[in-house]
């Protein structure tokens, strides 16, 4: 079997950006607070917890002191909640993220009905969804699930920022057969798509992604 390495092995820009925040903290304080998993890679976590940073699922378990912003982003007033509350807030949201955050946010005030295609219970979309609460929003993951998507006069999409280019082109092809209006954002990032690319200009069979340790044991 050949093994074919994309060049771009390795951590990506969001993710060293948000390691290097939380080290950097590391230096002036011996505890801090991660909202949610920073990352996701469990043997870098482990370490973060050896090294002084604790896990937590709400901001009802920090009292005070400094709380991280894990690199998917989170609902936004969770970041104005901390802040009122005191906490020293670092926002390790990848800026990928927080554009995708700001589109939707830009298309709901310009009155566009919101698709967001990608994954609703991954952080990310749970985070964009949140950028946009009271509006109307849809979440799809394939283009069957656009189904139920009432036909609208204005209709803006934004994507996950790991999202495949294929399956996103796919929906937004079937997606403008259901409204007036439909204007459309690629907010999968740079790093995901250089990624899609190479490998799709390898002769590949398949493809086995291997993100952390754990998964190559299991
Ligand atoms: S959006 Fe791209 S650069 Fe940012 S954390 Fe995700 S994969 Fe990494």
């Given amino acids: 079997m050949q093994v074919f390495l994309p060049p771009e092995i390795g951590f990506c820009f969001g993710v060293k950006r948000a390691l290097n925040l939380v080290i950097d903290e590391l230096k002036r304080e011996e505890k801090i607070y991660s ?9 870098v976590i482990e370490d973060l917890k050896r090294k002084g940073v604790v896990f ?14 894990r690199s998917h982003g989170v609902d936004p007033s969770l970041i104005r909640k901390a802040r009122e509350k005191g906490l020293k807030v670092i926002d390790a949201t990848c800026p990928y993220v927080a554009k995708v955050q700001r589109i939707a946010k830009f298309l709901s005030q310009k009155s566009y009905r919101i698709v967001i295609v990608g994954l609703s219970t991954h952080p990310e979309i749970k985070g964009v969804m949140a950028s946009v609460a009271g509006k109307k929003t849809y979440v799809v993951k394939d283009a069957q699930e ?17 999202e495949s280019l294929d399956n996103f082109s796919n929906i937004v092809k079937n997606l403008v057969k259901r409204g007036k209006e ?16 190479e490998t799709k200009l390898q002769e590949i069979d398949q493809v086995d992604l291997l993100s952390s340790l754990l998964t190559l044991q299991r």
């Fill in 146 to 162: 656009i189904e139920r998507i009432p036909f609208t006069g204005k209709m803006g999409v934004v994507v996950q920022t790991t």
């Fill in 35 to 43: 909202l949610g998993d920073l990352i996701h890679n469990p043997q």
């Fill in 182 to 197: 439909c204007r459309v954002f690629n907010t999968i990032c740079k790093v995901i798509r250089r990624r899609q690319e």
């Fill in 56 to 69: 937590v699922s709400s901001l009802s378990q920090v009292k005070k002191g400094t709380v991280i912003i």
